[in-house]
């Protein structure tokens, strides 16, 4: 639809997870549907000069501190997996294939249930098997999104999903566009709300 | 006071001119004092890993898109200056200069003066010429404060309070410390609010 909110993220990313955990809230407020789409920060930070928290000296303390503190405000659990930050391309490529064979609500299901696997329980989400877990524990036959992890059509729609998505400006998870203004991070959801709300200001 | 709230900020950070437009009116409304504390962005960059906007490719242009919509919204005028970033030493020293001669409700006039001629205007005040004539149309003497631009003691001040943020964790503009409570960014004024009105979360 038209008026649809782009929500990018990156499944290793802490703030996408308290993000996905309101972004449908606050596309119900504004009553605009939400596109999921996974990303895949490497491929920006190559254009960016960014780096992984964990490349940001004393900053990440910030970042871990600040993690821990909006789960503590979302009342979320939080809890990091041990290889961080991890390569999110197999939850990534799990997510658009439930999406091209079940719809992107059960898509959605299954993203949630990703993130809560890596930062509400700080499982290692980055192996295809865990990605299958996480998604046979929430009803999808695991056999079948190994498989769709592997499926060549589904490596290159990420794959184009992620060069459109830096065509369009996307650098930073979670990232939405609204009508193709672009707000990146946790904090600006209010902002991203005010402007899906006001048409800009 | 015990409960003063630690409003870090450099000079030639857009992000800093907004914040130091909301940053009393917020102290306020949590009834607590504010400590504007200049500081250099670039001597925390070398510890973090981070870059200025201007090198971060196409996220800089969400940076300059971002700022203005961000005026806009705050109804404050917008100009970047013609070279940005900016080397923010003499305006930082003016504003330490200003606190120690004229106290600090004096100096605070100045550096929203200086935020005012950088951003709003687009002035170039990394020069100590320009931040002395910023301050004199703000009512100092515009000799004393190339003096206090140029005196030991007050570079020697700054450096110190560049240090003690560095180790306090600053490592970007602008950076509120709440009860030793770490808040970056513009975005994050709200939550900082928030925290200093509840005790945390």
């Known amino acids: 639809m ?6 990018y993220f990156d499944f290793s990313s802490p703030y996408a997870y308290f993000a996905a955990h309101e972004i449908e809230a606050l596309a119900a407020r504004v009553n605009r549907p939400v596109a999921w789409m996974p990303f895949l920060l490497g491929a920006a930070f190559k254009h960016t000069n960014m780096r992984a928290g964990t490349d940001l000296g004393y900053r990440y303390d910030y970042m871990k501190r600040d993690w821990y503190r909006l789960a503590r405000r979302a009342a979320l659990p939080f809890r990091l997996p041990q290889t961080f930050p991890f390569a999110a391309i197999a939850p ?17 299901t299954l993203a949630l249930a990703l993130f809560d696997a890596a930062f509400g ?28 992890i592997a499926d060549p059509g589904i490596k290159a729609a990420l794959k184009t999903q992620v060069e459109e998505g830096i065509a369009d400006g996307v650098f930073g998870s979670p990232m939405l566009l609204v009508d193709g203004e672009p707000f990146w991070g946790y904090d600006r959801l209010p902002m991203a709300e005010e402007w899906a709300r006001s048409d800009g200001w």
Do not use: C, L, S, Y
Request: charged share 25%; net charge negative; hydrophobic share 45%.
């Open 2 to 7: 038209e008026n649809t909110i782009r929500f």
């Open 121 to 148: 329980d700080g499982r290692q989400i980055d192996q295809a098997a865990e990605t299958a877990a996480v998604a046979g524990a929430a009803g999808f036959d695991a056999d079948a999104v190994t498989a769709g």
């Open 92 to 108: 990534a490529r799990a997510t658009m294939w439930a999406e091209k064979t079940h719809g992107p609500d059960r898509a959605k």
